[in-house]
């Protein structure tokens, strides 16, 4: 590259830099995401709306969760279907701590990481010892949501089947509480960029090399020396942990949280499943691209649809999952890769970076 | 406790494990032939008791009657969804396949409850709180016969797979895709029929709540838990397991009920899934590795 530099001297760094960027998939996915963040930042200069400013937040949110989950089950290839048990526990950490103990969420939050981590570990510890099916992983994150709503539903302390409030008073930052939406927007997309240069550096390090060669092939990997078992239970605290802080934040701005309402199978499609996989399931960007199609395209959809009918949303995203897996298993990811590699071959002479995407 | 509640709450555990017995036995063989855990299982249930719901208010007929009609819809939807979609993801990531069942049960359940709403159903019949007396026991009506229907289906089926042609084809395929293919047997009509067949004795189970069983359309979520830990205990694929692995939840439900409280029961399963992960993954019948 110097020699090329000095030989062209039209060629400044930050030219080179960018020619860097584009000609690798990873950087490009990476790019597109922060011109996305930094657009959904602008929004609130054209959107004055606060129901579509709510949809926004909405949709940062799933992105933060998305990514989340994209480590386990994109980079890693676990099947944690029911992820929003680690939501929901983050959830109910981060409102218990405040109602009972005044706790501010700024710190809530963390401790909602934390606990959902260790619970991480726990169903890691279960489930993910080397050799057993990797279906029962996934049948027992079911039974565990559905054991943890009944548990819940009964637990007093936690509200029990009334629920939870969150106690709101007067705004106040320290209390994140705000009048306005903004600061609730930008405080989602703050953990958005947190959530992608967390996911960008695992992918990049060595660990991320790991899952991916556990979701290629796990006992290809451990033949060559891979703590799988180690590697699987990482890969599960790490979206835990991440999903709890995610939590914490829904049921900040949601204020409201119900056992039935949170364990359920439904809105762990909605929240964690539909963004990465419409996005593109393993890929950087599929998490943020994907959350930002998934809740104002339902949303849409919804009403346009079926008006509202008990019922609708479920269809809307039962065929959001069939669809993309019959039709796009890549999902808009996979088609921007494909688009992305046609460009690079177009107009210039280097051959496109192969892409890592995709447990399909 | 005496020995007549005890004995009471062993009918009631071996009436509710019947029905156990037959969804899982369900999830078993399509696991068993296909490779593929149907997260949409307990949906085909609800469809089997809204089909006994459907020909019940719209035409006055028994649920009993409508078993055999059930049986042929839910089997032609069964085999549609295996033709459709899961046969294309067979080769895929198993990450995939299991979005896919999760996409289908949803719409499912999103369909019924589009068309009959997410109110509880029910179905009223003469027999519905009829009771016998005997051995100072006490058996609903409804719930014997859906016992006696649950295991007589199971037993067919168990002929039907060991003694015909095609049960020994199904057999094959599940021993080894490939060696069947060779001797000639059509692999993938084995597959649609056993994605039916699956789909159907489940919705018949579905059918034979029906008479004392109220509906909701997410009902389906619950029993394909409960199916999951079955054949976990009865190790997946093994037919006899599911079975008696149906028999032996339902029993440890109904104490588990009678000890906490019926809401509660779910947890007893959920130790139970968690003691064999940790001690026997292999399940009760399986080798000692997974």
Same mark, same amino acid.
């Given at each position: ?26 950087? +490009? ?8 963040? %930094? ?73 909602? %990481? ?5 619970? %991480? ?19 027992? +994150? ?52 947190? %959530? ?31 703590? +799988? ?76 649809? +079926? ?54 | 406790?005496?020995?007549?509640? $005890? ?25 068993? /032939? ?16 809204? /089909? ?61 409850? $589009? ?88 919705? /018949? ?46 029993? /440890? ?19 139970? $899934? ?17």
């Amino acid at each position: 590259m110097t020699a090329e530099n000095s030989k062209n001297p039209s060629n400044g760094p930050v030219r080179n830099w960018f020619r860097g960027v584009l000609l690798d998939w990873d950087r +490009t996915q990476m790019l597109i995401c922060f011109l996305l963040v %930094g657009l959904l930042a602008l929004a609130p200069l054209f959107i004055h709306s606060t129901y579509y400013l709510g949809i926004l937040i909405l949709a940062a949110i799933y992105a933060f969760i998305g990514i989340s989950w994209n480590i386990v089950a994109g980079f890693t290839g676990q099947l944690l279907i029911a992820q929003i048990i680690f939501l929901g526990i983050g959830a109910y950490t981060t409102i218990v701590l405040f109602n009972y103990y005044l706790v501010s969420p700024w710190v809530g939050l963390l401790i909602a %990481g934390l606990v959902a981590g260790l619970f %991480g570990i726990v169903v890691a510890l279960i489930t993910l010892r080397y050799g057993l099916k990797v279906d029962y992983f996934a049948l027992f +994150t079911i039974a565990l949501m559905v054991a943890l709503r009944t548990l819940f539903l009964k637990w007093k302390f936690v509200g029990g089947a009334v629920g939870m409030w969150f106690r709101l008073t007067e705004p106040s930052f320290d209390k994140m509480i705000f009048a306005d939406k903004e600061p609730y927007l930008y405080i989602a997309l703050g953990l958005v960029v947190i %959530g992608l240069l967390v996911q960008y550096r695992i992918y990049r390090s060595k660990m991320g090399k790991y899952f991916l060669a556990i979701r290629e092939d796990e006992d290809a990997a451990a033949a060559l020396g891979v703590n +799988t078992s180690l590697y699987k239970t990482l890969a599960v605290v790490i979206g835990a942990a991440m999903a709890g802080v995610g939590g914490g934040f829904y049921v900040m701005y949601v204020t409201f949280i119900e056992p039935p309402q949170v364990f359920n199978l439904g809105l762990n499609v909605e929240i964690v499943m539909a963004g990465p996989i419409i996005g593109g399931l393993g890929s950087l960007a599929g998490p943020l691209v994907g959350a930002l199609l998934n809740k104002p395209f339902a949303e849409i959809m919804r009403g346009a649809l +079926t008006e509202g009918r008990s019922g609708s949303s479920l269809i809307v995203y039962g065929a959001f999952l069939v669809l993309t897996i019959m039709f796009m298993p890549r999902g808009v990811t996979g088609v921007l890769h494909t688009i992305y590699c046609w460009i690079i071959r177009r107009f210039t002479s280097e051959e496109p970076g192969e892409d890592q995407n995709g447990a399909a | 406790m005496s020995p007549e509640i $005890f004995f009471q709450i062993i009918v009631n555990g071996l009436f509710t494990g019947g029905i156990y017995a037959l969804v899982a036995i369900g999830l078993t063989l399509i696991y068993g /032939v296909l490779v593929i855990v149907n997260f949409a299982h307990g949906e085909f249930l609800m469809l089997g008791i809204y /089909v006994a719901f459907l020909g019940y208010s719209l035409f006055g007929v028994d649920p009993y009657l409508i078993i055999p009609i059930a049986f042929v819809l839910i089997f032609g939807l069964g085999a549609l969804i295996q033709r459709g979609l899961v046969q294309r993801v067979l080769d895929a990531h198993p990450l995939n396949q299991i979005i896919l069942l999760v996409g289908v049960g949803m719409l499912l359940v999103g369909l019924v409850q $589009f068309f009959f709403s997410a109110e509880p159903k029910a179905i009223h019949v003469p027999y519905e709180t009829a009771v016998i007396s005997a051995f100072g026991l006490r058996f609903a009506i409804a719930r014997l016969v859906a016992f006696f229907a649950s295991m007589a289906i199971s037993f067919f089926l168990y002929l039907f797979l060991h003694y015909t042609r095609t049960g020994k084809a199904i057999r094959a395929v599940s021993q080894s895709r490939d060696a069947a293919r060779l001797m000639g047997i059509n692999v993938t009509f084995i597959y649609y029929l056993t994605f039916g067949i699956g789909a159907a004795i489940t919705a /018949v189970a579905g059918a034979l709540l029906a008479p004392n069983h109220r509906m909701i359309p997410t009902m389906g979520q619950s029993y394909s838990v409960i199916a999951f830990v079955v054949v976990v205990l009865g190790t997946m694929g093994n037919f006899i397991g599911a079975f008696l692995g149906g028999l032996i939840i339902g029993v /440890v439900e109904a104490f588990a009920g009678f000890y906490l409280g019926g809401d509660v029961k779910i947890i007893a399963s959920m130790l139970i $899934f968690i003691l064999i992960l940790l001690f026997r993954p292999a399940g009760l019948f399986g080798r000692k590795r997974a």
